[in-house]
């Protein structure tokens, strides 16, 4: 079992920057690809970006490659998503997941974090 927490996100105008953070705890953080996603009002949950167990693999959407960076650090059990040069339809609730398996762009992943509000203002 993986317990995964967000934080971090909050109102910002547009061409700001938030960074975001989820703390895992529970089984061996760094044996799970760790991903961010993200759900607009009205919209399907959506993948943003995605990291591989070691590190070296990484994956964005189209709509953030360039703008978003996923970092994450093993021993503070920690993944991060810096958001720079945000824009009003980057708007969302954003969650933290984790799977076993290696980076994929579906929500079929095994663990999901509560979840955290990004507002950007324009």
């Known amino acids: 079992q993986v317990q995964l927490v967000e934080s971090g996100g909050g109102l910002v105008q547009a061409g700001g920057s938030l960074r975001l953070s989820c703390a895992a705890s529970g089984r061996t953080f760094s044996a799970y690809t760790m991903g961010w996603f993200r759900q607009a009002p009205g919209k399907e949950r959506e993948f943003v970006a995605g990291m591989g167990a070691l590190g070296f693999s990484t994956g964005y959407a189209d709509s953030v490659k360039g703008r978003f960076t996923i970092s994450r650090d093993i021993a503070r059990n920690t993944v991060y998503l810096q958001m720079n040069s945000l824009k009003p339809e980057d708007t969302a609730v954003y969650f933290c997941?984790?799977?076993?398996?290696?980076?994929?762009?579906?929500?079929?992943?095994?663990?999901w974090g509560q979840g955290t509000q990004v507002t950007v203002s324009s």
């Open positions: 997941a984790a799977t076993a398996r290696p980076i994929r762009t579906d929500t079929h992943w095994d663990y």
